[in-house]
């Protein structure tokens, strides 16, 4: 079962943005830490941003300074700000409710050259 809905994905050229979405399947709990990870073809899953409760931020060095990771509580939503994508950022993204450790299905990103 789904527990949380990423959206946002999709197909760019290099220097590109994308900003994905996070939230709870059916908007039926509070989502606090919340980590985006990724992973590509034949790759293990990396982390790649996290945001605790006191919206303290953490960025893997990757992508630090291209991606910014931030809430709407009133959306109850968690968005990931990518900018300057690379081809090396292709790859599914996961959303991680880091309490429950909940995860949603995945928004494909791809970055074309």
């Known amino acids: 079962q789904v527990q949380l809905v990423e959206s946002g994905g999709g197909l760019v050229q290099a220097g590109g943005s994308l900003r994905l979405s996070c939230a709870p399947a059916?908007?039926?709990?509070?989502?606090?830490?919340v980590a985006w990870y990724r992973q590509a073809p034949e790759k293990q899953r990396e982390l790649v941003a996290s945001?605790?409760?006191?919206?303290?931020?953490f960025y893997a060095d990757s992508i630090k300074g291209r991606f910014t990771i931030s809430r709407d509580r009133a959306k109850n939503t968690v968005y990931l700000q990518m900018n300057g994508l690379q081809p090396g950022d292709t790859a599914v993204y996961y959303c991680?409710?880091?309490?429950?450790?909940?995860w949603g299905q995945g928004t494909q990103v791809t970055i074309s050259s």
């Open positions: 991680n409710d880091v309490w429950r450790e909940y």
């Open positions: 059916g908007n039926n709990f509070k989502i606090y830490s």
């Open positions: 945001i605790a409760n006191d919206d303290t931020t």
